[in-house]
């Protein structure tokens, strides 16, 4: 039961590998495939939700618009997320997440095309778990899936995470206090 109430509220407990949630942040259809058809040959049934860039991103982890249903998008237990995306880019998402308190623990491995030392060096400054170049051959991707799957699902432990509150949650700001003496020096 606690377990359930934690997860409607926005919690995210530990959990077995293979209902380990994961988010995929990638705006190129035949990488999604092609990541989907690598995870189904190394054997990862995972759910895999999909956003299409990085605003979809930010509002699946704010619960936002059609990711309000946070029983249908749970938070992931890993991120995968690549850096050239449209509207909100990859770096500007990692920089986000890691801004929010709740989200600051979530493993996120960076799975760009890019193998440019400087994108390297600006994930990691960002706080990015792992750098990966997405492979070019399918037996290659596979491979790297079967890795992750067995360093970020099975072996390394899922941090506890939560999502910000959504903007309506928040409720009224209180008004400025006044000091107790009325502002006043005695």
């Known amino acids: ?38 995870f189904e040959k190394a054997n990862i049934r995972n759910p895999l939700h999909v956003v299409w860039n990085g605003q979809e991103a930010i509002a699946y982890f704010e619960g936002e618009g059609k990711y309000a249903n946070r029983d249908e998008y749970p938070l992931p237990d890993l991120m995968l997320l690549d850096v050239k ?15 929010q308190p709740g989200l600051a623990p979530l493993r996120i491995l960076v799975l760009t095309s890019s193998d440019a030392i400087r994108d390297v060096n600006e994930a990691y400054k960002l706080g990015a778990n792992s750098f990966l170049v997405k492979p070019l051959d399918f037996l290659d991707f596979a491979q790297l899936s079967r890795l992750i799957q067995d360093f970020w699902l099975k072996a390394s432990k899922v941090p506890e995470t939560s999502r910000p509150p959504r903007k309506n949650d928040r409720g009224p700001e209180a008004p400025p206090q006044e000091p107790a003496n009325g502002g006043k020096n005695r």
């Not at 934690?6 to 999604?32: K, P, W």
């Open 1 to 38: 039961m606690q377990r359930w109430h934690d997860m409607r509220l926005g919690v995210r407990v530990s959990s077995m590998a293979e209902h380990a949630v994961i988010l995929l942040a990638e705006d190129e259809e035949d990488y999604v495939l092609l990541i989907r058809r690598a």
């Open 85 to 99: 995306m449209p509207r909100v880019n990859g770096f500007e998402v990692l920089k986000w997440i890691r801004a």
